[in-house]
Nanobody, 115 residues
Framework: QVQLVESGGGLVQAGDSLRLSCAAS????????MGWYRQAPGKQRELVAT???????NYADSVKGRFTISRDNAKNTVYLQMNSLKPEDTAVYYC?????????WGHGTQVTVSS
């Protein structure tokens, strides 16, 4: 199994920045892709960004140019740098890890952007 612990959420104003972190432990050898999804109240969970072990990144159109995902394989940690935050970025942000057949989720961290 893989355990994921997120940190870095909070309450900010529109235009501010936040950096989320997600540290993985357990069967880390099985992880290929790590990333972030988010879920706003009353909405489905949606992709924010993912990154493979080799560093190939994928972003949702809504965050391209504002968010940057990165990964430190030595620390088994994935980061999400969020700049120019908007009120519509308000959501619970969930970290995930994907291996060949299993996906694990963190418990989530709240990001609230006030206008």
């Amino acid at each position: 199994q893989v355990q994921l612990v997120e940190s870095g959420g909070g309450l900010v104003q529109a235009g501010d920045s936040l950096r989320l972190s997600c540290a993985a432990s357990g069967s880390i050898w099985s992880i290929n892709t790590m990333g972030w999804y988010r879920q706003a109240p009353g909405k489905q969970r949606e992709l924010v960004a993912t990154i493979t072990r080799g560093g190939s990144a994928n972003y949702a159109d809504s965050v391209k140019g504002r968010f940057t995902i990165s990964r430190d394989n030595a620390k088994n940690t994935v980061y999400l740098q969020m700049n120019s935050l908007k009120p519509e970025d308000t959501a619970v942000y969930y970290c995930l890890s994907q291996g060949t057949s299993l996906t694990y989720w963190g418990h989530g961290t709240q990001v609230t952007v006030s206008s």
